[in-house]
């Protein structure tokens, strides 16, 4: 009897050993794998994301006052633009982001769309026009083509045109500050140190550039921003 239960102690002794023997590889590998998971999650919070481009702090709005455009440009009026009887007054030529920022890399493609072409027509004069404005200066907004598009229609509809523009009766000519006045009082909240005019041969008004915030009001003009008008400025009729 005390045999048998001798060797039946044995027998437990020698289960028991090889149970831990087996046991303590697992235990061995699954205490780096707990350390090592903290330093991996640590290292992936730590890498920087890549954050998606942001729009401009400013912008200038350009106007162009068609019958100087047309004077100069295509005195024939072969174009829609500047076509007799069209009766074109002042037109959207682009939305400037910081000024005068010019083609940037941007991952929108650099032709125009076809599906967003169709609806500048209602502000710009035309398609070439918006391709070239895309190219140049879209690309460095920041903005999607339709998302440029829509903010410069946007700012066009805010803009309100003094009467002196709007219906204008023959050749004038008036005082630049009385222009730029008067453009400021039929836009309630805009100084007129947001307007900047620019004028061609003999005082003639060839556009109207607003600056803008990054919100699309209007903001004072910065230093570099280039005005030609001086005296008295000649605005030529619509034909």
Request: proline share 8%; with cysteine.
């Amino acid at each position: 009897m005390r045999r048998l239960l001798g060797l039946l102690l044995i027998a437990i002794l020698a289960i028991a050993g090889t149970l831990l023997k087996e046991r303590s590889p697992e235990q061995s590998a699954a205490r780096p794998e707990q350390k090592s998971a903290p330093r991996q999650q640590s290292g992936a919070e730590a890498s920087p994301a890549k954050l998606p481009r942001g729009q401009a702090a400013g912008y200038v709005l350009s106007l162009s006052w068609s019958p100087a455009f047309c004077a100069s440009r295509d005195p024939d009026g072969e174009s829609d633009q500047c076509e007799t009887g069209a009766q074109r007054g002042l037109v959207v030529h682009g939305l400037w982001p910081n000024g005068r920022q010019e083609y940037c890399d941007t991952n929108e493609p650099r032709r125009l769309s076809d599906d967003v072409a169709r609806d500048v027509l209602r502000y710009m004069p035309s398609l070439g026009l918006a391709r070239h404005e895309w190219e140049k200066h879209g690309s460095c907004s920041g903005f999607t083509q339709r998302d440029y598009f829509a903010a410069t229609e946007r700012a066009w509809k805010a803009f309100r045109q003094p009467p002196l523009l709007a219906r204008p009766s023959g050749e004038q000519r008036v005082d630049r500050n009385g222009l730029l006045n008067a453009i400021a009082s039929s836009n309630p909240g805009m100084p007129s140190s947001a307007l900047a005019l620019q004028c061609g041969k003999g005082g003639v008004l060839k556009e109207i550039r607003l600056c803008l915030d990054g919100t699309l009001s209007p903001r004072p003009c910065p230093a570099d921003t280039r005005r030609s008008c001086s005296g008295t400025v000649t605005i030529l009729p619509p034909l």
